[in-house]
């Protein structure tokens, strides 16, 4: 076995399948923590990275999208009245046993969650005009993410475009085991360009640690009324003090060379 081993597909739904036998909802993919202020953190990394996603997403009404490592469809259930068609995919049946209850409850008929092992099998067959991710990449190994993008390539509408919402490590470093490996854009970068992708742009979007982050953790839940106070707050102070950045949210357009 390899001595820096990247995550691993089985490891990976054996985390989620716990995380979400625990929680439940929203929370077994925003963190899988148990303690109380981690979930109280959940609230703004939840808001937090829905703006940034509809910031850079730019659904339009006539979009076909797909949702790739949807989880319980969190963000899928937030762009779904945007466009005309979103497909939330994952690995997890766990996971996606939570998002389609909901989907029972609000009845939202242009949503259709599938179960995805990109290994075996490839995407649905349609034409997409976007695919993003959120916190996803970060699961997926090299290996795994070579056999994925041409299938992407196929299937992309020509003037399409995959938006990433990831961790990416500030440095250049490289951090990974089994279930997580956090890539310096560099790295993000030589992998797309390969497959022959053309990165559109990529900059910070959320910073961490977050100065918006740790003002809420002084705040209680109900001063909820501040989050889009905290979404500035964070724009305004994603480049302060960046030797003290571990790793940012990246926001990444990327579209076919
Ligand atoms: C941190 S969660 C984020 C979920 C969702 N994007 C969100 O932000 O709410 C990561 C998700 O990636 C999914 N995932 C990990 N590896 C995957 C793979 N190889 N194929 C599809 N989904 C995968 C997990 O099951 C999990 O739902």
Known sequence: MSENPQPSIEKVLKLYKSRAEFHGDENAVLDGSILHDLKHTNIIIDYLTRRALLDYLKPKKDDVIIDFG??????????????????????????????????????????????????????????????????????????????????????????????????????????????????????????????KFKIALLKPAIRMPSYAITIWKKINASFSFLLPFLYLVEKATLKRKSKFVDYYYYAVEIIMD
């Not at 005009?129 to 993008?149: A, M, N």
């Not at 490289?174 to 360009?193: A, G, P, T």
Request: positive net charge; contains cysteine; proline residues 3%.
């Open 70 to 195: 949807c989880g319980v469809g969190r963000l899928t259930f937030v762009v779904a009245p945007k466009v005309s068609k979103i497909y939330g995919l994952d690995i997890s049946p766990e996971l996606l046993m939570i998002a389609r209850k909901k989907n029972q409850e609000v009845k939202m008929n242009n949503i259709e969650f599938l179960q995805i092992d990109i290994e075996k099998f490839d995407l649905p067959e349609i034409q997409f005009d976007k695919i993003f991710f959120v916190g996803t990449l970060v699961h997926i190994s090299d290996h795994v993410l070579e056999i994925l993008l041409p299938k992407i390539k196929a299937r992309l509408k020509s003037n399409g475009k995959i938006i990433l919402i990831e961790y990416l490590k500030a440095d250049k470093s490289l951090s990974q085991n089994n279930e997580v490996i956090m890539r310096s854009h560099e790295h993000l970068k030589n992998i797309f360009e390969k497959n």
